[in-house]
């Protein structure tokens, strides 16, 4: 690597050709030299080359591809080092691994990955370059900025912050906590966080917010997924739990994958109307009495309420709102009902972009409450207290950062608290949709930012401009991404799954721990990282004096397992965590809630159908509909779907290794024939995708896929970066911006 690397985005695309050129080529050899039925052989332009008639060794690890907790397992080829071969691992939970887990090793291996600590010698606002500086003198610098920052204007000014990446979270949270900052936030400000606040507004803290069908399921709702693309190790259980006879109702504005292979009915809706058709939903399941009289009575809040507000939501109205015909809604309350128990999934994209999330994605939880499928075999169950409490990440408890939290006043002095209440009552970490405003506002004037990518928020640029405008800034990262870093002062390698040991992976009662190889170059991995930042700001020992090792063990000692560092590197074949059987009525039997008590953990021990919590804030408490902010227009007359996820994509990443990048090499929009003919757009064309806010150029992808009106585009393109069209319009419950429900024109290019 040069001293000096300038990144562009004009260098990155002519780097991209030459990168598909040697797709071409490593093909081919790969093909030849493959011998073997399971995985592919492998050859890297750099480094990776191993003297042949060397010993292989094999080593067990897991792929962090999709940045998803569980994570599947992989099975290394190893030779003098170097990671040769990768395929699915035997006898693990998580299984097969996909394309984007075989060519994680074009990853590991690709030389535009950075492999030093960077400095940058260039102003901000300026083309920037990069200086190679060593990690002592990284660590130096942050630890003078961030102090200086923290005593001039106080910790909360400095912000933490992860991306999509989950398995450095709980290090950096004991390190945003001890520096003594509320400003700790996630990706998941725009991910999944929504359902967690559904779930705890209707079912209470620490409940469950769904669950996938089990033994004795009869049916399942899935309310907008496509695991087929999005989650194939779900995927397998889910077409399995279909061949045992579950019957399933889809609800998404797409046919996709899996509404082909799973869906009995397909609610086919209008992207955004969600509130709308749940309204539908549950004014079939009462007035057809398909409703639990018993657990209702008892175990519910709000239920006049309720049912008084669907009355106005009769089938013929729901469909001229949602374009869902009557028949179908009618016909898909009766099939939950004839089929119980049933279940019910959400997902953390499809149910969560929309302004009226905290609305409606509290109805569709309702309704396995008003079927009566809580708390029996087969529908959905909390989880029992047991001794272990480790999450997937093993990260639960697991700095137990919450009683400092609480006892430093954190809540209280959140940016977020005013912008959004109920997501500050009762989440841990902030809500980051308003960074540009806390940065414009001086609130917040550095930050470290681990492997993020600023296209993940609606209207890009002003994040961007967000964190170019902080006095100091540093990622973590693989790469240096000028989407991204452009905007930052420092970039600190981070090193691969394949090159660290945490975190361990928790799966039900089986815990795994990776085998590493020594990583390239200066990388560390993010555990080490982020332990030695704590030690460079002062605070060596509670931050294990930048052991890793260290910090496995108090984490696993806080979740409550004996379990040591030590025992799981000697048992690469996992160990077995002790269970607690679970049992169903627990709610009766008095242990869900902490107390003891029989009933559910909400202010009114019942499930809430009117949510108490929501009218304390001033909110009304139903799971009421709004219509989205921006609605189809003669300028403007198509609806702008964005970020269904694609199977051989994560988010902006990706797109730079050849054996992913030949399935889509550029940016689609997907389009019903009725729209292109009307725009005399063919198969292929290269399009303008615009609105108020912005232009793109993408090629059109003619499909039955998306029905007329609606369109359907992947965020995380660099090169047409959809959130240029995205608009800032926030669910002021949840704080989540409608990704799924903009509008745009399309035009040939
Ligand atoms: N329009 C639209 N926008 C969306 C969405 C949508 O559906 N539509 N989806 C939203 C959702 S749900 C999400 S989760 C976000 C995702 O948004 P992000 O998490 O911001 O997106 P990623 O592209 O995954 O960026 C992760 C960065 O971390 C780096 N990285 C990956 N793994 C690691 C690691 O282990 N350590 C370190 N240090 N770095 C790592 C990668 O190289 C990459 O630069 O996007 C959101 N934005
Ligand atoms: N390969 C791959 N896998 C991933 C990711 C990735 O980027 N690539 N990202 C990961 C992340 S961070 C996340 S959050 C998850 C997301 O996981 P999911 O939320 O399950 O995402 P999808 O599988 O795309 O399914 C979302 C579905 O919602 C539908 N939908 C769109 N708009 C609406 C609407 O208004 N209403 C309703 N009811 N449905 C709508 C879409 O048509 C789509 O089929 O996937 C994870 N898995
Ligand atoms: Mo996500």
């Known amino acids: 690597m040069n001293d000096q690397i300038i990144t562009d985005p004009a260098l990155a695309l002519t780097d991209d050709l030459s990168r598909r050129g040697f797709v071409a080529s490593a093909a081919a050899v790969g093909l030849a030299a493959s011998a073997t039925t399971w995985g592919f052989n492998i050859l890297h332009p750099r480094d990776a080359f191993a003297d ?3 010993p292989i060794e094999v080593k067990y690890s897991m792929c962090d591809m999709c940045n998803h907790v569980p994570k599947c397992g992989m099975k290394c080829f190893v030779q003098e080092g170097k990671v040769i071969r990768v395929t699915s691992r035997e006898d693990f939970p998580n299984a097969p691994i996909c394309s984007k887990g ?19 010698t260039t102003p901000k606002g300026q083309a920037p370059a990069w200086k190679k500086i060593t990690w002592d003198e ?35 949270t004991r390190l945003a906590t001890w520096f003594g900052s509320s400003s700790n936030g996630t990706e998941s400000s725009v991910c999944s966080t929504a359902t967690q606040i559904c779930a705890q507004l209707t079912f209470g803290p620490g409940g469950p917010s769904g669950a996938t069908p089990s033994a004795n399921t009869k049916s399942c709702l899935i309310w907008s997924q496509n695991a087929a693309w999005s989650q194939p190790y779900a995927f397998s259980a889910l077409l399995d739990a279909r061949e045992r006879g579950v019957k399933f109702v889809m609800v998404d504005p797409r046919v996709t994958p899996s509404v082909e292979s799973l869906a009995d009915i397909h609610l086919q809706l209008r992207p955004g109307t969600d509130g709308a058709l749940v309204a539908g939903m549950i004014n079939q399941i009462i007035e057809n009495n398909y409703y639990d009289r018993e657990f209702v009575e008892n175990w519910t809040h709000g239920f006049d309420q309720l049912k008084e507000y669907v009355k106005d939501y009769p089938p013929q ?17 009766k099939l939950l009902y004839d089929n119980a128990p049933s279940t019910m999934v959400t997902s953390a994209k499809g149910a969560c972009h929309q302004e009226n999330v905290g609305n409606f994605q509290r109805g569709v939880m309702m309704i396995p409450a008003l079927l009566g499928s809580l708390e029996v075999s087969g529908g959905i169950m909390w989880g029992m207290r047991g001794p272990i409490s480790l999450d997937g990440n093993a990260t639960t408890g697991a700095f137990s950062i919450e009683s400092t939290y609480n006892a430093q006043g954190f809540r209280q002095r959140r940016h977020d608290l005013k912008d959004f209440p109920v997501w500050a009552e009762l989440i841990y970490l902030m809500q980051t949709v308003k960074l540009p405003e806390y940065v414009k506002d001086g609130k917040i004037r550095a930050g470290l930012f681990c492997g993020t990518n600023a296209m993940m928020w609606p209207n890009t640029p002003l994040y961007q401009k967000a964190i170019q405008d902080l006095e100091f800034s540093v990622g973590i990262d693989y790469y240096a991404r000028y989407w991204t870093h452009d905007f930052m002062d420092m970039v600190l390698p981070a090193a691969m799954c394949y090159e660290r040991d945490a975190t361990v992976g928790v799966y039900g009662n089986r815990i795994f721990m990776r085998q590493k190889i020594t990583p390239q170059g200066q990388a560390r991995e993010d555990w080490q990282i982020l332990l ?21 063990d108090f984490n696993l000692k806080q979740g409550g397992s004996d379990i040591t560092y030590q025992q799981l590197k000697a048992n690469p074949q996992g160990l077995t965590l002790p269970t607690v059987q679970n049992e169903p009525k627990k709610h009766v039997s008095g242990k869900i809630r902490s107390d003891g008590k029989p009933g559910f953990n909400t202010p009114t021990g019942k499930i809430e159908l009117v949510s108490t919590v929501l009218e304390k804030h001033g909110f009304n408490g139903l799971p009421i509909y709004k219509e989205p902010t921006y609605m189809p227009t003669k300028e403007y007359p198509l609806l702008l779907n964005t970020g269904s996820r694609l199977p051989f994509y994560t988010h902006s990443k990706l797109r730079g290794l050849p054996w992913l990048n030949q399935f889509m090499p550029d940016p689609v929009i997907r389009m019903n024939k009725i729209d292109a003919e009307d725009r005399g757009i063919q198969d292929g064309d290269w399009v303008r995708v615009f609105n108020f806010q912005g232009e793109i150029k993408v090629r059109a992808a003619i499909t039955n896929m998306v029905m007329p009106g609606v369109t359907d585009i992947y965020h995380g393109w660099a090169v047409a970066d959809v959130n240029k069209l995205t608009t800032r319009n926030f669910c002021p419950i949840t704080g989540f911006p409608g990704f799924s429900t903009g509008v745009c024109e399309i035009a040939k290019a």
């Open 52 to 54: 042949p008639n060397s």
């Open 102 to 120: 075989v060519a994680s090793l074009q990853e590991l291996y690709d030389p535009d990955r950075i492999l030093d600590p960077m400095v940058r």
């Open 317 to 333: 109205k729901v469909q001229e709102i949602t374009w869902v015909p009557a028949e179908k809604l009618i016909a898909a309350a």
């Open 138 to 172: 990284a660590y130096k610098t942050i630890a003078e900025k961030f102090n200086g920052v923290k005593a001039k204007y106080g910790a909360d000014a400095v912000l933490f912050y992860c991306g999509d990446p989950k398995e450095m979270r709980p290090v950096m």
């Open 532 to 552: 030695e930042i704590g030690c460079a700001l002062g605070g060596g020992e509670f931050f294990f004096d930048g052991s890793v090792e260290k910090a496995i």
